[in-house]
DNA sequence: CTGAAAGCGCTTACAG
DNA sequence: CTGAAAGCGCTTACAG
C-alpha cells in the first residue's frame, strides 16, 4: 500500500538510513547513492510520511496562527486576508505549514494554545493580536514556547517579540494632520479598550492635543461600546455639544463609514460641516463617499515579519527579543478639510 | 521533561495501553481506573503528543483548507475570513484542526496538496474554489482522497461532493428583477472565466435574456480581463452604444464599486441613469453611495456546510456524493430604479 | 476489564 | 560515506 522509507532501500540496495539521509539531502552522503535513491523514489511515487518525520525529529515544519474570533474592529474583515497573506508569503518561503486556530471564545482559543504546544502540534506560534490582560499570552511567555505577536504586548514588552504599528505615534501624527488644516476641535471614536492598539491610538491622540497646549476633553472622546450601542445618539450628542467638533479621527475605516451615514442622517456633511480621518486603510475606503482620508498600516508587511521574527526563534531558540514598527503612510483623499482662515 | 504515557502508567501502576485508552474514552475501561488515571494525568500536566498520536492511529484529526491566492474576484478579502469563520465553527464542534495551504502560483498549491495527501498531513481537504480544468481537482478526485469543494466543480459533478450557491439560477433571478423594474437593456460586467463561478453567473444572464425572448448581444457583456486593464474605456464604449444598457448586472460588488467610480467620472447618474445590481453583499456595501442592491449569498454557511460534508466523507468512506445550493437573498438597496412607465 | 507486544514510518547518535 | 539499532510517543489487535 503506502510505500515507506523500508520499500525505497530496498529497491535501492541501501539502508532507511541513507534514504532518510537523502531525503535532508544530508552532504555526507555520495551524489551517486543520492542519484540513486531518488529515482528509486521517484519511480515508486515515495513521499515521506509527515507524522513520522515529525515524531522522530521532534519538529512539525509548522506554524501556529492564532485569530481573535472577537468582536475588535481592527480584525475584522479586511485585515485577516492580508495579515495571513503575509503570513503564508514568509512561511511557504521557508517551507513552513501553517496552523490555523479554530476558537471562537476566549477560553477556547486558550484551550487551543495550551493544546499546541503541549501537544507539540506547532513548531511556533503567532498571536494575531494583543489583548489587555490575556491569559493565551502570560501562557506561552512562561512557558518558554516561540512565539510572536502582531501588536504591542499590554505587558512584558521588553520580554515578548512583537510587530506593530507605532500606533501612538501615528495617532500623534495624524491629529497633528488635522491641526496643520486648522482644526481644533478634533473628536476621537475609539476602539474596543480590551485591545491594545485602540488603547495605543487613544494614547497618541491625548498626547497630540497635550502637546499642542490643547486639553482633553472627556466628552469628545466616544467609547467603543458607547458607540456601538447607540451609535447614532452618540454621534448626535457629539453634534450638539456648545462647540461641536470640527473633525473626527475614527479608530477604523469601518467605524468611520458608519458615523459619515449619521452625519448624514443629520444632514452634516462630510467634509464641509466636519472633516473625519481613520486607521487601516480599507481596500474599499477609496470608494466610499467622500473617498476617505485613512492611515495605511502595511498589513501584509505585519504578517510577513511577524511570521519572519518567528522562524528565526524557532531556528535559534536563543535569538534576541526583538520589536518592530512597521511604517504606515497617511493617505489623503477628500474627507478632510483645509478650514485654515475660516474660523 | 515531557511527560508520557509511560510517565502517566507508572505513576497510576496501570499499563501503557490503558492510559491510551482512557485518553480515547474506551468504554471497556471500569470507571475507577478511569478516575484515577485521569488524577494521575492531571497532577503531572499530562498532554497527548499529536504526533505519535496520528501516526499510531493513522489519522490526524485536522483538514486542509486549500485557498486560491489568485486574483479572482469572488476570492477577495471580504469573501474569505467568513468562509474560514464557517469552516472553522464546524471544525471546531467536530474537533478537527486546520491545516491552511500557503501557494502563491496554481503549482505551489497543487504541490502542497499532493504533499498534504501523499505526506498524510491532513484527513481531508477542502477546496475554496472551483476553476476551469484544475490539475488539483482532478488529482484529488483520481487519488480517492476524501475531499470538498465550495463551488461546483467544472467536471465530474456527479462524482464529487460539493457546496455552492445555484449562480445560474441567482443570475437568472437577477435579471428577472430587472426586467420587473422595466429594464430591458441589460449589461453584464463578468469575472474571471477561469473560475465556475463566473461561468454559471454569466450563463444565468444569457438564459434569463433568452427566456424574454430578448437576444444576447456581445457589447453587452464586458469581460473581466477588458474591465481591467481598460476599464474606463470598456465603460465608456458601453455607455456611448447606440442603445446603451439601463441596467448593469456586476458579477461582484467590488466590481460593481469601480463601476460606479467610473460611471461617475461620465457624469452618469446611478441609479438616475442606469441602474446597478451585484453579487456577494460585501460587508461595505450598504455604505458605498448609492448604496448597493446585491445577492447575499451566505458565506459563512458555504464553509460551514462544506466542511459538514467533508467530515462525513472522512468519517464514512462510503459517504455517498451530495451537492447543495445554500439559499441566497437579493438585498435590495439603492442602486435600481423603476424605469416602468419612463420608457 | 486489562496487559504485553508489535508496529506506525521516520531520524539520529554511534560505530565503522 | 554507509549501516544496524534504538527510539520518538502513541494505538490496537490479540490474548486472557
Chains 1, 2 share one sequence.
Do not use: W
Not at 534514504?19 to 511515487?45: F, H, W, Y
Not at 506593530?164 to 496643520?180: E, G, K, P, T
Amino acid at each position: 500500500m503506502t510505500v515507506t522509507i523500508i520499500d525505497v532501500a530496498r529497491e535501492a540496495n541501501v539502508s532507511p538510513s541513507t534514504v532518510s539521509r537523502v531525503i535532508a539531502d544530508n552532504p555526507r552522503i555520495s551524489e551517486q547513492t543520492k542519484r540513486k535513491v531518488r529515482e528509486v523514489m521517484e519511480q515508486l511515487e515515495y513521499y515521506p510520511n509527515f507524522q513520522a518525520r515529525n515524531l522522530a525529529a521532534k519538529s512539525t515544519k509548522t506554524i501556529g496562527v492564532i485569530m481573535s474570533h472577537s468582536t475588535s474592529l481592527a480584525f475584522q474583515n479586511p485585515f485577516f486576508p492580508e495579515v495571513i497573506r503575509g503570513i503564508c508569503t514568509s512561511a511557504h518561503a521557508s517551507q513552513y505549514g501553517i496552523y490555523l486556530s479554530t476558537g471562537a471564545t476566549e477560553e477556547e482559543i486558550y484551550q487551543e494554545v495550551v493544546s499546541m504546544v503541549q501537544g507539540r502540534k506547532v513548531d511556533g506560534i503567532i498571536l494575531l493580536y494583543s489583548r489587555v490582560n490575556d491569559r493565551t499570552m502570560t501562557y506561552l511567555k512562561d512557558s518558554k514556547f516561540p512565539f510572536t505577536m502582531v501588536g504591542r504586548p499590554y505587558k512584558y514588552e521588553s520580554e515578548i517579540t512583537y510587530i506593530d504599528n507605532d500606533n501612538r505615534a501615528i495617532a500623534h501624527d495624524v491629529v497633528d494632520y488635522l491641526f496643520q488644516l486648522g482644526h481644533r476641535h478634533i473628536a476621537f471614536i475609539g476602539g474596543n479598550l480590551e485591545f491594545v492598539v485602540s488603547m495605543d491610538r487613544l494614547g497618541g491622540y491625548k498626547q497630540a492635543l497635550k502637546d499642542a497646549g490643547l486639553s482633553y476633553a472627556d466628552e469628545y472622546f466616544i467609547h467603543d461600546n458607547a458607540f456601538k450601542s447607540k451609535e447614532k445618539n452618540s454621534i448626535y450628542s457629539l453634534m450638539k455639544l456648545d462647540k461641536p467638533p470640527t473633525a473626527i479621527v475614527a479608530h477604523d475605516d469601518l467605524v468611520a463609514y458608519e458615523v459619515i451615514r449619521y452625519l448624514e442622517e443629520l444632514s452634516i456633511q462630510v467634509p464641509q460641516n466636519v472633516s473625519i480621518v481613520s486607521f487601516n486603510n480599507h481596500a474599499l475606503s477609496a470608494y466610499v463617499k467622500p473617498p476617505l482620508t485613512s492611515v495605511d498600516i502595511s498589513i501584509f508587511e505585519l504578517g510577513f515579519e511577524a511570521t519572519n521574527f518567528l522562524l528565526e526563534k524557532v531556528q535559534d531558540p536563543k535569538a534576541t527579543v526583538k520589536h518592530h514598527f512597521v511604517p504606515t503612510t497617511l493617505i489623503e483623499r477628500e474627507s478632510c478639510r483645509n478650514i485654515n482662515g475660516f474660523g
